[in-house]
Nanobody, 122 residues
Framework: QVQLAESGGGLVQAGDSLRLSCAAS????????MGWFRQAPGKEREFVAA????????YGADSVKGRFTISRDNAKNTMYLQMNSLKPEDTAVYYC???????????????WGQGTQVTVSS
């Protein structure tokens, strides 16, 4: 069992930066692929970024490449999403999730946090 809690969301202006954190409980955090997803009002949940258990491989959606960076610190049971050059279209609830396999698909993730709101004003 893994419990996840996101933090770091907020209201920012276009061009600003935010860093989201995902704190995990459980001793097996380091064995999971971790991912970030987001969901805007009226839209489906979409993949943002993922990182393998050892941090050796990362994956990002085309819409965030070059702006968002995913990382993890297994010693701290924490994953991060550094978001730079934010745009109004990045506005969404951001969720972190854990999966036993490496996937970009939401259905592959077994555990989810409650989400944190990110709002980018123009």
């Amino acid at each position: 069992q893994v419990q996840l809690a996101e933090s770091g969301g907020g209201l920012v202006q276009a061009g600003d930066s935010l860093r989201l954190s995902c704190a995990a409980s459980g001793r097996t955090f380091s064995s999971y692929t971790m991912g970030w997803f987001r969901q805007a009002p009226g839209k489906e949940r979409e993949f943002v970024a993922a990182i393998k258990w050892d941090g050796g491989s990362t994956y990002g959606a085309d819409s965030v490449k070059g702006r968002f960076t995913i990382s993890r610190d297994n010693a701290k049971n924490t994953m991060y999403l550094q978001m730079n050059s934010l745009k109004p279209e990045d506005t969404a609830v951001y969720y972190c999730a854990a999966a036993r396999t490496t996937s970009l698909r939401a259905y592959a993730y077994d555990y989810w946090g409650q989400g944190t709101q990110v709002t980018v004003s123009s």
